[in-house]
């Protein structure tokens, strides 16, 4: 891929930052719907619960999430990006005025979440740029026993066989792992790892 493809999509979509980050925020809103609904689907997640989404973009899966642990529930945002910040923010206005949602700095390897503090944690097109054995640690370190971890990914931009997630996800400490892929339409199918944290 040439040199200039390659950082113009790094600014809308790697790292986004920018106006080609707020396209690229835009296009993640839109595209990403159907899997960041089906990511909540499959997180099961019920009212009360306190909820992790890491490297959420513009916001659309915190808006939803926000929705399913209502009432008593809470949802964390993290993102590295400043600009996915920005977005989530405004999409999540009303959640963050009413104290049931919060947007900070941070990503997989490093959540500044306490131990055993996240009922939940819900990663949607972005565990292909974690530096994953210390992402899914660091995961594991913040789900309370019990606790589930989703991670879904576009199986084209996912830079290694999907049974490498598991092996990474068993290595971390997690159980009851299972992997899925979900056939979409016009696009690469999703791929879909559920895990539980048991101690």
Known sequence: MPTLLRRALDAAFGHPRGVAGRVGGSIMAFGNRDQE????????LSSGEVVLIVGHG??????LAAVSVSPGGHV???DPSPLMRAMAAE????????GDLEVRPGSAENTNCANESIDVAISVNNVMLWDRPAGFTELHRVLRPGGRLVVTVHRHVLDCEPTRLCEQAAAAGFLDIRLNTRDRRAISPAIELVARRIQ
């Not at 513009?58 to 808006?63: D, I, L, R, S």
């Open 37 to 44: 609904r089906a990511a909540i689907g499959l997180a099961a």
């Open 58 to 63: 513009p916001g659309v899966g915190m808006a």
């Open 76 to 78: 964390i945002g993290v």
């Open 91 to 98: 999409r999540c206005v009303r959640w963050i005025r009413s």
